[in-house]
C-alpha cells in the first residue's frame, strides 16, 4: 500500500479515589495493583520500543499513589497481606480464600504450579465457608497471601532480584519476605514521578491530564447536556449547574499532573470523553492545546457516520484541537488482539489503518489515526 498516516495512541491512566472518608481506608485495591503492572511499564516500554505516545493521567490516581507510598493508605487486601499468617482472624481467613483466587486463572494463576495446587485444594468448596479456608495450613495461607500480589507485578518487578528470587522459589515463603516484598513494591510504586519525568525527558512520550476528579465535564456545566446527547432524557427535578467548578477541576487536574512530574501538560482526555460545545469553549480560554475524544461524538455532531477524510484530521475550536479517536481500532487494541499471535495482531492493526486512510481524499498532510483507550 502506499499510504501514510499520522499515528496517535494515548492511554488513558484512570482509577478513581477509592478513600473512604470515614474509615480512612481505600474501599478497593485496584489503584496499588493495577501501579504494580501497568501505571510504570507502559511508559517503559514505551520508551524501549521508541514509541512516541501519549499517557493521560488522572489526578486522583496520583494523589492515591502518593497515599500509598508517603501517607501509609491500605486497603483491606493489603491488611490481610501484611498480617502473618498464624495471626490471621477468621474473617481474614475466609476473606483471604474468597478473594484471593479471584483472578484470570489462565494467565495468572495456572502459570504457576503452588498457585494452581493451592487453587485446586480450595476451588471445589464454596465461597464464605470455614471448610474452605480450612483446607489450608498456615504456610499455605502464607504462600497465597504472597502468591496473589506476586502474579499482579508487571515485568519491570519481576526484573527485581528480590521478586525474581520470590518468583523461583515458588513456595514455603517467610514473613521476613512478605515484608521485604512489600518495600520493594512501595519503592517502585513510589518511583513513579522520575520514572514519568525520565520518560517525557527522555523518550519524547508526552504526559496529558484529566480534571481532577474526573466529573462528567458537560453535565458539570449543566444537567441539560444530558438531553443534548440523548433527547428526552429524563433529567433531575432541580436543575444542576456548576460551570466554575468545572473550570477548577479542569485547571487542577492539569496543574496537578505538572507539578507532581515536573513536565509540561498541553492536552487533556476529558472524562469518558464527553465534550460539548460549552466545554470546549472553556479548556480554550484556558489554553489546552488539544483534547482526545470519540469518533462516535463527532459521527453525532455531524448527524451521520463521519467519512475518513472527517475523522482523520483534527478538528479545531478556537486554539484547541480535536482527535477523534477511531472507536473498531481501539477496541481491537484494547479487547481483542490480546488473544492473537502478537505479529498477527500487528500486522492486522497496520493494515485496518492503511486500509482506512487511503480512502481518503489527496491532501496536502497525512491523515491523522488516534487510538485511545483505557
Not at 478513600?19 to 474501599?27: C, L, N, V
Not at 520508551?47 to 490516581?61: C, D, E, F, K, Q
Not at 502468591?147 to 532480584?161: D, I, Q, T
Request: glycine share 8%; proline share 7%; charged share 20%.
Amino acid at each position: 500500500m502506499g499510504c501514510k498516516a499520522r499515528l496517535v495512541i494515548l492511554w488513558h491512566m484512570h482509577q478513581p479515589p477509592y478513600r473512604d472518608p470515614i474509615s480512612g481506608k481505600a474501599t478497593m485495591p485496584w489503584t496499588w495493583l493495577h501501579a504494580m503492572r501497568d501505571y510504570l511499564d507502559m511508559p517503559a516500554l514505551a520508551a524501549a520500543a521508541g514509541a512516541h505516545v501519549t499517557i493521560n493521567l488522572v489526578p486522583s490516581l496520583l494523589m492515591q499513589l502518593d497515599e500509598y507510598t508517603r501517607a501509609g493508605l491500605s486497603d483491606r487486601f493489603m491488611d490481610v497481606f501484611l498480617t502473618p499468617a498464624a495471626q490471621l482472624s477468621d474473617p481474614q481467613k475466609v476473606f483471604l480464600a474468597d478473594n484471593f483466587f479471584e483472578l484470570h486463572r489462565e494467565t495468572m494463576i495456572l502459570p504457576y504450579a503452588r498457585f494452581q495446587e493451592l487453587d485446586s485444594r480450595t476451588r471445589p468448596l464454596a465461597a464464605g465457608q470455614p471448610r474452605r479456608w480450612k483446607a489450608l495450613g498456615t504456610d499455605e495461607l502464607r504462600d497465597l497471601q504472597m502468591w496473589y500480589y506476586l502474579v499482579w507485578c508487571g515485568e519491570l518487578l519481576k526484573a527485581n532480584p528480590l521478586v525474581a528470587g520470590l518468583l523461583a522459589k515458588g513456595r514455603n515463603f517467610t514473613e521476613d519476605e512478605k515484608r521485604a516484598f512489600h518495600g520493594v513494591v512501595c519503592g517502585f510504586v513510589g518511583s513513579y514521578r522520575d520514572a514519568y519525568r525520565r520518560c517525557v525527558n527522555d523518550s519524547g512520550i508526552e504526559v496529558a491530564a484529566s480534571p481532577l476528579y474526573h466529573p462528567i465535564l458537560p453535565l458539570l456545566m449543566g444537567t441539560e447536556a444530558a438531553q443534548v446527547a440523548r433527547p428526552g432524557a429524563p433529567l433531575p427535578v432541580e436543575r444542576f449547574s456548576h460551570p466554575g467548578d468545572a473550570e477548577v477541576q479542569a485547571l487542577e487536574g492539569r496543574k496537578l499532573v505538572a507539578d507532581s512530574l515536573g513536565v509540561t501538560v498541553n492536552g487533556m482526555w476529558p472524562p469518558e470523553g464527553s465534550i460539548s460545545p460549552r466545554v470546549l469553549a472553556m479548556l480554550d480560554s484556558q489554553g489546552v492545546s488539544w483534547v482526545a475524544s470519540d469518533g462516535d461524538l463527532l459521527g453525532r455532531a455531524l448527524g451521520r457516520a463521519p467519512s475518513a477524510d472527517e475523522l482523520y484530521q483534527p478538528w479545531r475550536v478556537g486554539r484547541t484541537a480535536i482527535f477523534f479517536r477511531d472507536h473498531r481500532l481501539s477496541d481491537l487494541l484494547g479487547f481483542v488482539y490480546s488473544k492473537w499471535e502478537p505479529e498477527k495482531a500487528a500486522t492486522h492493526f497496520r493494515d485496518l489503518i492503511l486500509r482506512a486512510v487511503c480512502c481518503c481524499s489527496g491532501r496536502e498532510r497525512p491523515p491523522v489515526v488516534t487510538v485511545a483507550l483505557d
